[in-house]
């Protein structure tokens, strides 16, 4: 949730026309460290998620703890692995950020990583979808988890059709791009925000079952 409210801040300050241009890159850069941490917590569940279970059809802890895996045969793998890299992809965007670099040194070192980023965040929300769904898609109105699992989708949408408008040119040839890019970003971290929130009472379902 803080790494999202900082990328909604940012934005909103942008939107806004602030010219404080380094605290807007600082914001930005901050909220990408929040977005690693916590998808790496993500990963880090995933690759010690049990994989077997007892006589009694209950779920057996991981023999030792694993704090780096590869588990390409699970879908819970792919839909936290991608985001954790993606998340580091941002780090990299955002602190490239601060450099006063031309139109192409800019695409290079800050679109670019930003551009990655967001396909890998769209392969997780894909792959979150079709572990909870196990298929392309499904309806579950009732369940909490599919409301989670759907509005980070949306969220990894957003964020790539921001990546998308990012793109600089010496010669642009849309005009407003920017502000697009801005206002996905910002789409796309409320929904970040909204599902991160509502995993607070998932929780507590969980709890009471």
Same mark, same amino acid.
């Given at each position: 949730?803080?790494?999202?409210?900082?990328?909604?801040?940012?934005? %909103?300050?942008?939107? *806004?026309?602030?010219?404080?241009?380094?605290?807007?890159?600082?914001?930005?850069?901050?909220?990408?460290?929040?977005?690693?941490?916590?998808?790496?917590?993500?990963?880090?569940?995933?690759?010690?998620?049990? +994989? *077997?279970? !007892? +006589?009694?059809?209950?779920?057996?802890?991981?023999?030792?703890?694993?704090?780096?895996?590869?588990?390409?045969?699970?879908? !819970?793998?792919? *839909?936290?692995?991608?985001?954790?890299?993606?998340?580091?992809?941002?780090?990299?965007?955002?602190?490239?950020?601060?450099?006063? /670099?031309?139109?192409? =040194?800019? !695409?290079?070192?800050?679109? %670019?990583?930003?551009?990655?980023?967001?396909?890998?965040?769209?392969?997780?929300?894909?792959?979150?979808?079709?572990?909870?769904?196990?298929?392309?898609?499904?309806?579950?109105?009732? !369940?909490?988890?599919?409301?989670?699992?759907?509005?980070?989708?949306? =969220?990894? /949408?957003?964020?790539?059709?921001?990546?998308?408008?990012?793109? /600089?040119?010496?010669?642009?040839?849309?005009?407003?791009?920017?502000?697009?890019?801005?206002?996905?970003?910002?789409? =796309?971290? %409320?929904?970040?925000? %909204?599902? *991160?929130?509502?995993?607070?009472?998932?929780?507590?379902? +969980?709890?009471?079952?």
């Amino acid at each position: 949730m803080i790494g999202s409210w900082h990328f909604i801040s940012g934005s %909103v300050f942008v939107l *806004a026309g602030s010219s404080y241009a380094y605290l807007i890159d600082l914001i930005y850069f901050i909220g990408s460290i929040f977005f690693t941490s916590a998808g790496y917590s993500q990963y880090y569940q995933a690759i010690n998620a049990p +994989e *077997a279970l !007892d +006589e009694n059809g209950r779920p057996l802890a991981a023999k030792k703890r694993r704090y780096l895996g590869w588990q390409p045969h699970r879908l !819970d793998f792919w *839909a936290t692995f991608p985001q954790f890299i993606g998340t580091l992809a941002f780090n990299v965007s955002t602190f490239m950020a601060f450099a006063s /670099v031309e139109w192409l =040194g800019y !695409d290079l070192l800050v679109w %670019v990583p930003d551009y990655v980023g967001s396909i890998l965040f769209l392969v997780s929300g894909i792959a979150a979808v079709l572990e909870f769904c196990h298929r392309l898609w499904c309806w579950r109105l009732n !369940d909490l988890t599919w409301w989670i699992i759907i509005i980070n989708f949306i =969220g990894c /949408v957003a964020f790539m059709i921001s990546a998308f408008a990012a793109f /600089v040119r010496p010669n642009p040839i849309f005009n407003n791009l920017t502000t697009w890019s801005v206002l996905f970003t910002l789409i =796309g971290a %409320v929904c970040f925000f %909204v599902g *991160a929130y509502l995993m607070w009472p998932e929780m507590a379902q +969980e709890e009471a079952a």
